[in-house]
């Protein structure tokens, strides 16, 4: 695969992306300061789900976008966006507005256009190797309760790039945080970056670590690992303040009572105004970057938040493992640039999960490809056990599922077919009694 075309796929999502999302207004009312359109969604034009991502999108309508303003809320249940700061006359009932959302792709797409970071992209993804890699030595006894696949996984994070594939149930973000907890322990001077496409997947990671952290005995590695950002879920740190960043507790505690008291989104006027205080709120969660990436050795982070950073992380001391989880959902050429951040790579998720959003569909082809897709050299280790149900259910469950798909199916080749691939699936992924709590 081409540079030029990892690049050109980008931009031409990118250029897609600046056309907008169509919606046709269904309603439209004022409450307050604010202006509330009910919006559906159009056939055969470009359109998404009205969900919370759209918050912040720049919104336009009229034949010479003589009315624009910004999506400020977004109530899901109602199909409602809250607009503020709205100019220029309404838009009436079936008239289309389109929304601009923020954009993201740019800080990666100008990573790919610096030659010598595009080159390491490229290395990662020939399987360039490392000229020596750490030796495997037995995982210390607090981790016998690993399985065998699970072990398999903790080491494979010595190799230049590797991948943990977990299907639902089979523990993968316990491994990944062993896999973070175990680094930290045997390489004194190890310095890590946890990262993923979201924020619950970050978050769920490092406290995963910090967990495993206890086990081990060694609390004391415990506030080496830091969190930054501004739209982690606050709750989450309760008891673990020592994950974040000086400072950061008290604004992220003073978050947290602001979450504690939301209003409904019936209320309108309320709700904005509540959600004004929040927004202030975040902007307080900042801390300094460039001398927190100096010094911590698990900096935990979204891959959005790594690509605008990505010079400061690299200005910093050298990063020795750079571990993505939910990996799945990261497309190829974001999964690469994260890669070069440090020696070693590891990705963690189930490619038969979410998959990366990709909206341009000449740029599928290449977007919607992720890292389980293209590092073909890398170590693989599939998780194979799973605990989330006991065996009796997964038996019902996997008949059912034959069932139904087999009933979907022309021709007793391919019912054939499925039930065949079905059974080497089960084989590959015994099931097991759920572990005690």
């Known amino acids: 695969m081409r540079i030029s075309d990892i690049k050109a796929a980008l931009e031409a999502e990118r250029d897609h992306c600046k056309t907008g999302i169509a919606f046709r207004v269904s309603a439209i009312r004022r409450e307050g300061a604010t202006v509330v359109v009910a919006v559906d969604t159009i056939k055969g034009r470009r359109s998404t ?38 100019y220029g006359p309404l838009p009436g009932v079936d008239q289309v507005i389109r929304l601009f959302p923020r954009d993201f792709l740019t800080p990666l797409i100008d990573l790919w256009f610096d030659p010598g970071r595009a080159r390491k992209a490229n290395d990662l993804l020939k399987g360039q190797r490392l000229a020596k890699t750490p030796a495997e030595k037995p995982l210390p006894t607090a981790m016998e309760t690993l399985r065998e696949r699970q072990v398999q996984a903790v080491q494979a994070a010595l190799q230049r790039s590797a991948l943990i594939i977990g299907p639902p149930g089979t523990g993968k973000t316990f491994t990944v945080g062993a896999t973070l907890a175990h680094l930290l322990c045997r390489f004194p001077n190890a310095r890590l970056i946890l990262t993923g496409p979201t924020n619950v997947a970050v978050d769920t990671a490092l406290i995963a670590a910090d967990e495993w952290l206890l086990r081990l005995g060694r609390p004391d590695l415990r506030s080496m690992m830091k969190r930054v950002g501004s739209r982690f879920d606050t709750r989450k740190y309760a008891g673990r303040d020592h994950l974040l960043a000086p400072g950061l507790y008290e604004a992220a505690l003073k978050l947290s009572l602001l979450e504690d008291e939301e209003p409904p989104k019936t209320n309108i006027e309320r709700y904005v105004a509540w959600k004004k205080r929040v927004d202030e709120a975040c902007g307080a969660l900042k801390v300094d970057f460039v001398a927190l990436a100096q010094d911590t050795r698990v900096l935990a982070l979204t891959t959005t938040s790594a690509f605008l950073h990505f010079d400061a992380l690299q200005a910093a001391k050298a990063w020795h493992v750079v571990v993505c989880d939910e990996a799945s959902q990261v497309t190829m050429p974001a999964a690469l640039m994260v890669g070069t951040l440090a020696a070693q790579a590891v990705f963690a998720g189930d490619p038969n999960q979410l998959a990366p959003v990709v909206q341009c569909k000449a740029a599928i082809p290449i977007l919607s490809q992720t890292a389980f897709d293209v590092l073909t050299q890398a170590r693989t280790v599939r998780l194979n056990e799973q605990s989330r149900m006991a065996p009796g259910i997964c038996d019902v469950t996997l008949a059912r599922f034959l069932r139904r798909q087999s009933n979907c199916l022309p021709g007793g080749f391919a019912r054939h077919a ?14 097991r009694a759920p572990d005690p709590v």
């Open 49 to 86: 789900a009205i969900d919370e991502t759209l918050e912040g999108s720049r919104v336009v309508w009229g034949d010479n976008f003589e009315g624009h303003g910004k999506v400020f809320v977004v109530s899901p249940d109602t199909g409602e966006l809250i607009l503020d700061y709205a």
């Open 418 to 431: 499925l039930a065949s691939r079905a059974v080497a699936v089960v084989r590959e992924w015994p099931s």
